[in-house]
């Protein structure tokens, strides 16, 4: 790691997976870099943490964007072309099976398209060809469109599919993957996801999380980026139109020609001296989310969860949107780590079971300690329940004796160590597809410039600091 000076060609708001692909993409080509991060672990949204001997991911159900070595022309190949990280570097594994689940109908998919297409012909057999045509118009759009539209999806696809109910099956994952929409998400977002989770794949590395954070960090060191953890940005000074100053933490400032910040928007501009703090800004995001995480004795397959990722809802209609209580039981994501095809002999050291459903910010803020820690049980316990009424064949009284450890965050355990406003995980629901800012020498990448995901949010570092910097 390089010394620490006082000016620097970037500096970087933000050591999470967009903060550091920026950083990588510009140390390569030798910019002196300062990547900056508040909290003492890097990943933002996607991280880790360990409690009491156990090891557990933060945002990371899948790795989207998977597919077999040797295609081209692939979200996930450009990050390692870009980054010149060598593909086996991230350790990963396909998905067994998932599946989307409402009332008496399942939708499962695999990491081929083929199985997909199949299960929704044999469920809605009278769109057949309605739906081969849309996946066709998605492949198309999707290839032609380098800065996709925010149009309405639900109002998009009622032009191509008939069927209500089918239409909502396909807007429930991908919503729950990354719309910042009420009700509803940008058709340029849905086509994104529809390729990067039906057309491609789910994928985990063995060691979760860690292991993508692991090779980011040795690159970052390997081009000379300054790392520093546990400081984050107090304030951005402007003049000029630009950004002229930073202000640190630990008091002290330095300069930069560029700045990329990776925290939002609006936190961005409020770091802007001038703009207060206001995290009710009708521009921030109102969509966050509750998980409960528990420790399983057994595989989790052995309790008949078998599945790798399930969406479930327990309607026709998929209500996605902030909650009036606490936590909404009503839709929600199962993910197990453990039901990944990983090579022979690797298996997880203990059973994982997690379970995310969305949740309302204001009603957990306002929550005084004690209450809090009664809400998180109480929710850990309704959960779990979901989880078992939503997947034939578990039995709660198997799976409540299994468990030997659990944990829960909520919507304010994101703001406490992301910084996002409101637990927005996705953010604003208005992107800002350039990543340009009022101030012409600051930018943003990541979860306000629009791409999500792991894969999405690389991309987002990598594809901001092209356009903005190293294209000169």
């Not at 032609?144 to 998009?156: F, G, I, M, Q, Y």
Request: aromatic letters at 10%; one cysteine or more; hydrophobic letters at 40%.
């Amino acid at each position: 790691m390089s010394v620490s000076q006082d000016s620097y060609d970037v500096v970087i708001i933000g050591a999470g997976m967009s903060g550091m692909a920026a950083a990588i993409r510009l140390g390569m080509y030798g910019h002196s870099v300062l990547l900056l991060e508040r909290h003492t672990a890097p990943g933002g949204l996607n991280s880790f943490y360990r409690l009491d001997g156990y090891s557990f991911d933060v945002g990371l159900h899948a790795l989207t964007n998977y597919v077999p070595e040797g295609v081209r022309g692939t979200p996930l190949g450009k990050i390692f072309r870009q980054l010149r990280i060598p593909r086996d570097a991230f350790d990963l594994s396909p998905q067994l099976r998932s599946c989307i689940r409402f009332p008496g109908l399942e939708l499962g998919f695999t990491n081929e398209f083929e199985y997909f297409r199949t299960e929704v012909v044999q469920a809605f057999p009278a769109e057949k060809e309605r739906f081969d045509r849309f996946v066709q118009f998605v492949r198309d759009y999707h290839a032609v469109n380098l800065d996709p539209d925010s149009s309405s999806a639900r109002e998009e696809i009622a032009k191509h599919l008939k069927d209500p109910l089918l239409i909502e099956m396909l807007m429930c994952p991908l919503m729950y993957y990354g719309s910042a929409r009420e009700e509803d998400m940008d058709f340029g977002q849905f086509v994104v996801l529809f390729q990067a989770i039906f057309l491609e794949g789910f994928a985990r590395p063995f060691e979760g999380v860690r292991k993508i954070i692991k090779v980011l960090l040795k690159r970052v060191k390997e081009v000379g980026v300054e790392r520093r953890m546990g400081l984050g940005v107090t304030s951005l000074v402007s003049a000029g139109g630009g950004i002229s100053s930073i202000e640190l933490d630990d008091g002290s400032v330095i300069q930069a020609k560029h700045v990329v910040s990776t925290i939002g928007a609006v936190e961005t501009e409020h770091l802007v001296e001038g703009f207060p703090e206001n995290s009710h800004d009708k521009r921030v995001g109102q969509l966050s989310f509750t998980e409960a995480i528990a420790v399983t004795k057994q595989n989790p397959r052995e309790l008949g969860f078998e599945d790798t990722i399930v969406f479930f809802n327990d309607s026709d209609r998929f209500d996605y949107r902030r909650p009036d209580d606490l936590i909404d039981y009503r839709s929600g994501v199962i993910c197990v780590p453990n039901n990944y095809d990983y090579a022979d002999g690797q298996d997880l050291k203990n059973g994982i079971l997690r379970v995310t459903s969305q949740a309302n910010y204001d009603l957990w803020k306002a929550l005084p300690d004690a209450d809090y820690k009664q809400a998180k049980e109480v929710g850990f316990e309704r959960l779990m329940e979901t989880a078992v009424r939503m997947t034939p064949g578990v039995d709660l009284e198997a799976l409540t004796e299994s468990i030997e450890y659990r944990d829960m965050f909520s919507p304010t355990t994101i703001t406490r160590y992301t910084g996002h406003y409101q637990g927005a995980v996705y953010g604003a629901p208005k992107k800002i597809k350039d990543g340009s800012t009022a101030y012409k020498n600051l930018y943003l990448c990541g979860t306000d410039q629009g791409f999500l995901g792991i894969v999405g949010a690389m991309l987002s570092g990598i594809s901001i600091v092209n356009y903005h910097i190293l294209k000169g």
